[in-house]
């Protein structure tokens, strides 16, 4: 019932403040820092260099970091980690914790190092979705479902095959810009540079900088060039080569959780305050602008994300073949990208249990008649923006709804669920009862929840500022709720005002044991394994190289 494979991907935003009179480091330099302090903590083993990843490394217990930036960006960029393949959300939880742990952990390490490096400062990590200006980022949640049946499945592997050449087109394309680029760069760009130079002897401490590793104006420039182009070839060839993923992936699924999802924030919202000063649910709700991806924009976020599966399409690019057989499979990724990054345990635990279980009655055909809203983004937008709850939306062949009823209908039919299976599992029974005590105190007073979820207890810390407070103020409160170890959170927690459901002794061997029966058990097994031995190596997700890259042993992971 609960057991079918999850994950989550979580971005942690840095804080650094320098010592008086010192420059503050990029955050290239800061998540180098902060690897190199993880490293002194438990066994690593370098990932396989794709894509834009950057500086990816595994751990002992099967988990991912990374630094995540645009490649116009590379030094605005953020740490990404991702929890080792789980399963069911008690797994799952312990192991973000973990995450949560190891970078507690590393923060003073890594402060020290970036003061024997010349950049002393205070240095701090920000779990949410959501900085002082306004940009998003954040988390996303990952589900193994079945990613069609029947019809729906031929259509869908037939599709594949159809837009195969479509993929193979943008990559010929894509390198030949690649190499002109390149070779334009070489045989043209460095010439004239060095002639300017040669001949206007006051331009070269100019040109000088252009190649400073510190300043990587040079490097931000070819990026921008080389992103533009791709950008515009993208934009074409993402929109048709994901019309498999619209058209015939997940669609049960997507018909039955659509009600439960726009409504999910009244659970697992973390709260934030809008530009205005008005308090919402959820940090990242109001930036979803569609139900599916069309675009690999940035700022194209939808509520189911295809993403991870156009990168496996788009594999071949970076000649990755396994990748694009590997869609075919019955079972794939479900990616959710409307999700908060949650600081409170209940509110995480709540988030992947309950979608998980309503998953789960989605593929058994038990949600036909679910409620689905008329405008789903526009009534995600109204019940994200309310909380006092009132908020009702349009429903299809119903009257409009709130995000308390809908949620209510989920989890009476979760009940009869529970009540038709002859042997439901002990946590899926111990998650039902919590989801109806946090509904019912939601119905009476949301307040209540302090300490509980996110976006009640956030609230009651804002609103202690005072009416009068300034918004800068208010603002610090939003922000510094999510600090890791020191945060307003963490205080409430570590002075027992918080509600947990994992403790510290299994967090911290969730750091070092990758989760039994799941694909991180091997990985974590051979990173310990070379990290003992003094070989070399790295890691994939799906696969773990023994020794150099073109004379080493590949060991496939799949789950037992």
């Known amino acids: 019932m609960l057991g079918r494979l999850v994950g989550l991907e979580t971005e942690y935003a840095i804080r650094f403040a320098p010592a008086a009179g010192k420059r503050a480091p990029g955050n290239r330099a800061i998540y180098r820092a902060l690897a190199e302090a993880i490293g002194r903590e438990v066994s690593v083993l370098p990932g396989e260099r794709r894509g834009g990843e950057e500086g990816r490394f595994f751990t002992e217990s099967g988990a991912s970091f990374c630094y ?27 192991h973000q914790k973990a995450l949560d742990r190891l970078l507690e952990k590393a923060i003073p390490v890594a402060q020290q190092i970036l003061t024997e490096r010349g950049h002393p400062g205070e240095l701090g990590l920000l779990k949410n979705c959501r900085d002082a200006e306004g940009h998003i980022y954040g988390a996303q949640e990952n589900y193994e479902a079945e990613v069609a049946k029947g019809l729906a499945l031929f259509a869908y592997r037939a599709s594949l095959v159809i837009v195969l050449p479509l993929v193979a087109i943008h990559c010929v394309i894509a390198w030949a810009l690649a190499i002109v680029m390149m070779m334009l760069l070489l045989c043209v760009g460095l010439p004239l540079l060095g002639l300017a130079a040669w001949l206007v002897p006051r331009w070269r401490p100019s040109i000088a900088t252009l190649f400073d590793q510190d300043d990587s104006r040079f490097e931000r420039t070819t990026a921008r060039m080389l992103w533009g182009f791709d950008r515009v070839l993208s934009s074409v060839t993402t929109a048709i080569a994901g019309l498999p993923f619209r058209l015939f992936a997940f669609r049960r699924q997507r018909r039955a959780l659509l009600g439960f999802l726009v409504s999910r924030c009244i659970l697992t919202g973390a709260g934030s305050l809008a530009a205005d000063g008005r308090f919402g649910l959820s940090e990242k709700g109001p930036a979803i602008r569609r139900i599916m991806r069309v675009t690999a924009a940035p700022g194209d976020r939808p509520l189911f994300d295809t993403g991870n599966l156009l990168k496996e399409l788009f594999g071949i690019l970076q000649l990755r073949f396994s990748s694009y057989t590997r869609l075919f499979e019955r079972c794939q990724r479900l990616q959710l990208g409307l999700s908060d990054s949650n600081v409170a345990q209940i509110a995480e635990y709540l988030k992947v249990g309950t979608t998980s279980l309503v998953l789960h009655m989605a593929e058994a055909g038990l949600l036909e ?148 029966q799941t694909p991180a058990r091997l990985r974590g097994e051979l990173i310990r394994q070379v990290a003992r031995s003094g070989g070399e190596g790295s890691a994939g997700w799906d696969r773990v190289r023994l020794g150099k890259r073109f004379r080493g042993k590949v060991i496939p992971l799949r789950r037992p």
């Open 369 to 516: 008649d679910a409620p689905r809203p008329r405008r789903p983004i526009a009534a995600l937008h109204a019940f994200a923006a309310d909380p006092g709850l009132q908020a009702r939306a349009p429903i299809v062949r119903r009257a409009p709804m709130s995000a308390l009823e809908i949620q209510r209908y989920y989890l009476d039919k979760a009940r009869e669920f529970l009540r038709s299976t002859p042997t439901p599992s002990l946590e899926a029974q111990e998650l039902i009862s919590l989801w109806g005590d946090v509904v019912a105190e939601l119905e009476r007073a949301p307040s209540r929840l302090f300490g509980v979820l996110d976006w009640p207890t956030k609230l009651a810390l804002v609103e202690r500022c005072g009416e009068n407070a300034r918004a800068a103020v208010r603002k610090k409160v939003d922000l510094r709720y999510h600090e890791l170890g020191v945060g307003y959170y963490a205080a409430l927690e570590s002075n027992g005002l918080a509600r947990r459901i994992v403790g510290d002794q299994e967090i911290e061997e969730a750091t070092r044991t990758p989760p039994e």
């Open 68 to 94: 995540e930036h645009l490649p116009i960006e590379p030094e605005g960029g953020l740490i990404e980690a991702g929890t080792p393949e789980c399963l069911g959300p008690s797994q799952l939880i312990c």
